[in-house]
Nanobody, 129 residues
Framework: QVQLVESGGGLVQAGGSLRLSCAASGRTAGRYAMGWFRQAQGKERVFVAAISRSGGKTDYADSVKGRFTISRDNAKSTVYLQMNSLKPEDTAVYFC??????????????????????WGQGTQVTVSS
């Protein structure tokens, strides 16, 4: 497993932007497919975005398509989630997740929380109306 630490959350007005970061421990971050999930108070954790090991393939939840962008810098062992045009319904704790894959699975992404085997502690994002 890899240790993940999220940062970049905070309070922002509707229409604003935030960039979340997820730093992975060690120099093996490039071996992991990565994802972002969120959990609003009293609700289940849901998929937000995912990126393959190479960064060449991404996937997004319909609710964030066109507003959020996931990216990664394997040299820095960091994954980012750029969130634009934020809405109050984006308010949640955002979690970073990692899935260890074989060396051949460079373009695989996962949308199910069960597919991931390492999780960060989460960072709060609050969007005011």
């Amino acid at each position: 497993q890899v240790q993940l630490v999220e940062s970049g959350g905070g309070l922002v007005q509707a229409g604003g932007s935030l960039r979340l970061s997820c730093a992975a421990s060690g120099r093996t971050a490039g071996r992991y497919a990565m994802g972002w999930f969120r959990q609003a108070q009293g609700k289940e954790r849901v998929f937000v975005a995912a990126i393959s090991r190479s960064g060449g393939k991404t996937d997004y939840a319909d609710s964030v398509k066109g507003r959020f962008t996931i990216s990664r810098d394997n040299a820095k062992s960091t994954v980012y989630l750029q969130m634009n045009s934020l809405k109050p319904e984006d308010t949640a704790v955002y979690f970073c997740a990692a899935a260890a894959l074989s060396m051949f699975a460079t373009e695989t992404v996962g949308v199910s929380a069960a597919w991931y085997d390492s999780w960060g502690q989460g960072t709060q994002v609050t969007v005011s109306s």
